[in-house]
């Protein structure tokens, strides 16, 4: 086994990635860590299993607003509204409501691409993304 253990990263072969991935964990101290909604899942039961439902809403003439809920509420909206901004180049703002929770909105229709960018980074099941809109 190769492996070196440093406080930022591990850097391992790819037969001990899960071992020194483990390994990370126990060194780490959890108190002063940030839950990381793009952190690798450990399995399957990591993922949630409400559904997330995306939603377009038209505006002025051409102008429309991508809506998301039913995210995770262990989820850092701040960081995963920054990644969404960065990726799609648009603007997007939080909105709390008091029966729907916490709402990302984004600019444009964003549809398609929210919810690959939830697919692959693991916040979301493929079955449990529900798009809706014209």
Do not use: W, Y
């Not at 020194?20 to 949630?48: M, T, Y």
């Not at 603007?91 to 008091?98: A, H, M």
Request: glycine letters at 6%.
């Amino acid at each position: 086994l190769a492996f070196s253990v440093s406080r930022s990263s591990c850097v391992c072969m790819r037969r001990s990635f899960n071992f020194a991935r483990a390994l990370c964990q126990l060194l780490a101290v959890q108190n002063l860590q940030a839950f990381d909604p793009f952190a690798e899942s450990e399995g399957d039961d990591a993922l949630q299993t409400g559904n997330v439902h995306i939603r377009v809403q038209q505006r002025n003439g051409r102008e429309s607003l991508t809506t998301v809920t039913g995210l995770p509420p262990e989820l850092d909206f701040k960081k995963v509204l920054k990644a969404f901004k960065k990726s799609f180049c648009c603007n997007g703002t939080i909105v709390d409501d008091p029966e729907l929770g916490s709402v990302v909105q984004l600019q444009g229709d964003q549809r398609k691409r929210i919810s690959q960018f939830l697919i692959e980074e693991g916040i979301a099941k493929k079955e449990c993304v529900k798009i809706h809109g014209f």
